[in-house]
């Protein structure tokens, strides 16, 4: 046997036991609900694993958590029956965190102790709640199929030890030794009633040991005695505490709105309540439940590439996988909840689920749900709507670019900031929007920028303030990507107002006085275009412009400049393009370049222009040097 190791926790784990210990006191009975989280982990994986190795349950198939106290000892021990760990799995599951968990758990904290606490298992690092009310943790484990048995051991003072042990049974054990002030957790009562509420509907039979007085049947000798005189005997056994039902197995009948709620809990490691949710029983060609929820706060994690994110998928109650990427499109991979098919077979695969008619199946019903969810949401719930679009619109944008079949859906449900309203919420539907619109506009018009007030404070926006046409104001980077992939609502045009032409604004009357303005400024114009050569396709007299000197227009395929920035800055490569330069000849600065003798004065007046015109959209100067010291010398 290997003898006993000293080892040292990971910095970042040291902090977190610290915090733990220290901080995150006001809601102590967490650590059960984290330890609990943690055994019916254990069982659902071993239950996947052994329906391609039965021998890994040895003999004990029945699954289940035991829980027990000893109030003299001043001890808690948490036991499950599950696939148990080896010794490097000790080491790399309490020892370190994987994929900096606990970095990002440390950087969320607000200082709110209950908001904190709520964010433990989110983050996956729930063990290290056992601290909060013991002052030594021993966990011995076993791994399902193996020999050789673990102890580990810690103070969480920094360091803890490992060595084999012997070990009859599979999966783990927790002892926790309570610290003298938390002594009343050793308490049937109280640890039943945290049983209760956090872990009642989890589908793992939780036990804890009763003792109870029975009367005894005889005497000695055999003979009965009467109820007067029987003697009494003492006896303890395991009886079940939680209900262990699968919550979506029962009718909906028989679950409250607290039930929903605590199960979401359990299956998301979210301990906000859920924003909203669906539940459904599946008849047809295919037969399937599911329980999805939507979440009311996004995941640290949503954005990171390789996330885990999906449903659980269970078969005919037994669990399966974790994160099931294929049941849902990855623009709902915020969706939590589970799937439990009666069609597929236990055996199946990752491999198998990406080219499955039943999962293909369920992938397009659930979708619907979801969306139709969110629909009814957006009509009836609208403050709780803009709730979600603020946690999630960013991510449902990927949808239109992903999900052709429901885009249509999805325009419907997103969400814009507006030139009609004064303010950047994002609250304005397509549907206002062609409500507002003019009787002869036939496009909607939008303007992409990197920031709100960038957005509202556009030349592009000076006609159209005043015609009063509505623009909607796109500032999240996914939208230049949304508009590539969203061409048009209800039969109406999207043109960006900062793209290509607009004609549609301009009158026969206008077309002609621009004409004009056009060959009038000819001289000047050709003498600007000279100057600032390959920078740009042309110069035009604008019809845009009421206030702004100059504005850059893209052409209709081109990225916005901004955008253009971020991915230079990401090392992509961009196509070259050049855009047009729009002057408003009415301009008192414009006037004082036409009227320019000074060849190098006028070719700065005429670099100052377009450099102007190329911040404001959001571009960047090559030469930010030679832009001062231009402004400088005219200004003096």
């Known amino acids: 046997m290997a003898k006993k190791e000293n080892l040292k926790f990971q910095t970042e784990v040291n902090q977190l036991l610290q ?7 006001s809601n102590k009975e967490i650590f059960l609900r984290e330890l609990i989280s943690n055994a019916n982990d254990a069982c659902d994986k071993l239950r996947f694993a052994a329906v391609a190795d039965d021998s890994l349950n040895e003999g004990d198939k029945e699954l289940r958590i035991e829980i027990e106290h000893d109030s003299d000892a001043n001890t808690v021990t948490i036991r499950d029956n599950g696939i148990g760990m080896t010794r490097s799995e000790v080491i790399d599951n309490i020892g370190t965190i994987a994929k900096s968990g606990t970095k990002e758990f440390l950087s969320k904290l607000s200082g709110d102790e209950a908001k904190d606490s709520q964010m433990i298992g989110q983050f996956g690092v729930g063990f290290y709640s056992s601290f909060i009310v013991a002052d030594k943790v021993t966990l ?3 791994k399902a199929g193996k020999k050789t048995a673990v102890k580990w051991e810690s103070n969480g003072e920094g360091e803890f030890t490992i060595e084999e042990t012997k070990k009859d049974k599979k999966g783990t054990e927790v002892i926790l030794h309570l610290k003298e002030e938390e002594k009343d957790f050793a308490n049937e009562f109280r640890l039943k009633s945290i049983i209760k509420k956090y872990a009642d509907h989890i589908p793992v039979g939780i036990y ?10 005889s005497d000695e000798k055999g003979d009965a005695k009467d109820d007067k005189n029987k003697e009494k005997a003492t006896i303890t056994e395991w009886v079940q505490v939680n209900r262990a039902k699968a919550l979506w197995t029962l009718p909906k009948s028989e679950i409250t709105e607290d039930d929903y709620k605590e199960f979401y809990k359990t299956v998301s490691n979210d301990w906000n309540d859920p924003l909203t949710w669906s539940h459904n029983q599946v008849e047809g060609k295919y037969e399937y439940t599911s329980l999805l929820y939507i979440p009311k706060k996004a995941p640290f994690d949503l954005w990171e590439p390789d996330a885990a994110h999906g449903l659980k998928l269970y078969v005919q109650r037994t669990f399966i996988m974790d994160d099931s990427k294929n049941l849902l499109p990855r623009y709902l991979r915020f969706v939590k909840g589970v799937i439990d098919s009666n069609d597929l077979p236990l055996n199946v695969s990752r491999e198998i689920l990406q080219s499955n008619k039943v999962i293909e199946s369920i992938k397009r019903a659930s979708t619907k749900k979801i969306l139709t969810l969110l629909k009814r949401m957006s009509n009836s719930k609208a403050e709780q ?3 979600f679009w603020s946690e999630f619109g960013n991510v449902m944008k990927e949808g239109i670019q992903e999900d052709f079949a429901n885009k249509e859906e999805l325009s ?9 309203n004064d303010d950047n919420k994002q609250t304005v539907t397509f549907e206002d929007y062609v409500s507002r619109m003019k009787s002869e506009q036939e496009n909607i018009y939008y303007i992409t920028a990197d920031s709100y007030n960038t957005a509202k404070n556009s030349p592009h926006l000076e006609v159209f303030k005043k015609k009063g046409i509505e623009v909607l104001l796109l500032t999240d980077r996914i939208d230049e990507w949304l508009v590539n992939g969203l061409t048009e609502f209800d039969g109406k045009k999207m043109q960006s107002v900062a793209k290509g032409d607009l004609d549609k604004l301009d009158s026969e009357k206008d077309k002609k006085e621009v004409e004009k303005a056009q060959e009038d400024n000819k001289e000047v114009i050709e003498k600007m275009e000279k100057i600032l050569g390959d920078k740009v396709e042309k110069i035009k007299v604008s019809t845009r412009l009421t206030d702004s000197a100059a504005c850059i227009v893209l052409n209709e395929q081109d990225m916005a400049l901004y955008m253009q920035q971020l991915m230079k800055q990401a090392g992509q490569e961009m196509p070259s ?4 330069l729009e002057i408003n000849i009415d301009h008192a600065v414009f006037k004082k370049l036409s009227s320019e003798k000074d060849d190098d004065k006028f070719s700065d007046w005429t670099s100052l222009v ?9 571009g960047q100067l090559e030469d930010p040097s030679g832009f001062v010291k231009r402004m400088n010398k005219l200004m003096l």
Request: net charge negative; charged share 25%; no cysteine.
């Open 19 to 25: 915090l733990m210990i220290h901080s995150l006191y």
């Open 610 to 618: 377009f450099e102007q015109a190329l911040l404001a959209e959001g």
């Open 577 to 580: 393009s050049k855009p047009t």
């Open 385 to 387: 709507y803009q709730e």
């Open 412 to 420: 419907k449900l997103l969400r814009f900031a507006s030139t009609h």
């Open 208 to 217: 804890m040991l009763e003792t109870k007085e029975v009367e005894s049947e």
């Open 140 to 142: 011995i484990t076993r």
